[in-house]
């Protein structure tokens, strides 16, 4: 088994070696000659072995090394030692990257690994077919020159990737894709291009179901209400049984004509594309508007209002979008907090924006409910929230109309402490 060389070891050869010189030099009295000769012999064994690593690190292809003598034995076997791990790693490495080359073959998804320079290093081959790049020939140029969508170079340039981009096909004007950027490793990034034309179509499509069955049901509604109410002052109305189902039924008709145009509010706000902000909204007169129906709505609850208005914070929106935002909240605060307790309103400036913000002194939600209040039909309590009139639909509206102004509901709450419902409108649409 071969061993790196020690001092000791190289010291003892030399040693050897240079002996016999001495001992003939002692005798024929030249020692100066013979040494002489020794270090020639030395050298020239060492020039030699020089040569023949040379040849073999140069011009040889083999594997195994020359055959090598003394302490050259040592040298020439810890490189083959070192070429051998060099060769593994390399194989490891190149199995590392046609398995990641498979996987991502296999992806539904078109992917394209770029550099931060943009230069394109490597995609699958579905990028190929829904973005039309090919490979490799596309290797090396800058992929805002393969996507010239105007709003994929500046999304590119932006270097804000939380959100995903969705564009038309470069390639096929049917179809709808959804690009996300994502880190890779160090200077690079990747790019997952999936196509989304399905989903969308569908979406659309459940909206305007919604929509559709809405509006279908207002007319029936509208003449059964009619009816009742004309039925109300009939003369031969007047046995137990017929002012009771009158009730009932006049009860439901109402519930089912909330339910309608919630549903009817909530497609109008969802399926607008681009909403017009430009619209000065007076938020403070439609505050003390709320605060005035809110007291009616309380009626015998006798909740005690506190309403912190800054007066003069005006915001740029869409005026009916932020009325059911606003109006929302303020009301399932009424509905939800039992009777004489605190009802707070804050509408101010802060640094980054205007912010509003109801708490109540209620009786809280479950965490667990908490991430879900926003779901459409998604209640906590079914039969309290049927008895306030409920159906589910309120902050699923108050999601929507906020997400057009670049906002989002927060909401914190703890049982038996009370909630509070708040979000901020960005400084960018405050009036100045
Ligand atoms: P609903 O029409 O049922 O009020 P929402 O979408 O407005 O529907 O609210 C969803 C659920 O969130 C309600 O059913 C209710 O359980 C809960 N919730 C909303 N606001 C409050 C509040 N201020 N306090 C306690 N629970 C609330």
Not at 28 to 33: C, K, M, Q, S
Not at 196 to 216: G, P
Not at 323 to 334: D, F, G
Request: charged letters at 25%; glycine letters at 6%.
């Amino acid at each position: 088994m071969l061993q790196p060389l020690s001092w000791m070891v190289l010291s003892t050869r030399v040693l050897f070696f240079y002996i016999p010189f001495i001992v003939v030099g002692f005798f024929l009295e030249e020692i100066t000659a013979c040494l002489l000769v020794a270090t020639v012999i030395h050298l020239s064994w060492h020039y030699n072995n020089q040569k023949k690593l040379a040849d073999w690190l140069w011009h040889d292809r083999s594997l195994i090394p020359p055959e090598g003598k003394g302490s050259w034995e040592g040298v020439f076997n810890g490189i083959y030692k070192l070429q051998k791990r060099h060769r593994l790693r390399r194989k490891e490495l190149a199995s590392v990257i046609r398995r990641f080359r498979e996987g991502a073959e296999a992806l539904p998804d078109a992917a394209v690994v770029f550099k931060t320079d943009g230069s394109i290093i490597w995609c699958n081959r579905l990028a190929e077919g829904i973005l039309g790049f090919r490979w490799p020939e596309d290797a090396g140029q800058h992929i805002g020159n393969l996507i010239r969508t105007p709003a994929f170079v500046d999304y590119l340039k932006g270097r804000d990737f939380d959100e995903p981009l969705e564009l038309v096909s470069p390639v096929n004007s049917d179809k709808l894709l959804e690009f996300r950027i994502m880190p890779y490793t160090s200077g690079q990034n990747m790019l997952v291009a999936r196509d989304v034309t399905l989903i969308r179509q569908l979406e659309a499509m459940r909206r305007n179901f919604i929509s559709s069955v809405s509006h279908e049901l207002r007319t029936p509604l509208t003449v059964l209400k009619g009816y009742l109410e004309m039925m109300e002052d009939a003369p031969d109305a007047s046995s137990a049984m017929w002012v009771k189902a009158h009730h009932v039924m006049a009860e439901q008709t109402a519930r089912m004509d909330s339910l309608v145009e919630q549903l009817l509010t909530l497609s109008r706000i969802e399926a607008a594309p681009e909403v017009d902000l430009s619209q000065k909204v007076d938020i403070p007169s439609m505050l003390s508007l709320v605060e005035k129906e809110a007291i009616a709505l309380s009626g015998d609850k006798s909740h005690q209002f506190n309403f912190t208005i800054d007066t003069d914070l005006k915001v740029f929106g869409d005026a009916e979008q932020l009325r059911s935002a606003i109006s929302n909240l303020v009301y399932n605060a009424v509905y939800y907090t039992p009777a004489n307790r605190e009802i707070t309103v804050i509408w101010r400036k802060d640094p980054d924006g205007a912010y509003f913000c109801v708490i109540d002194k209620g009786n809280g939600i479950a965490p667990e409910h908490i991430s879900r209040l926003t779901e459409r039909f998604y209640r906590v309590d079914k039969a309290r929230s049927r008895e306030t009139g409920g159906s589910g639909l309120g902050l699923s509206i108050v999601k929507h109309a906020l997400s057009h102004h670049d906002s989002v509901l927060q909401i914190m709450s703890e049982v038996g402490k009370g909630s509070q419902f708040s979000f901020k409108i960005p400084t960018k649409f405050i009036c100045q």
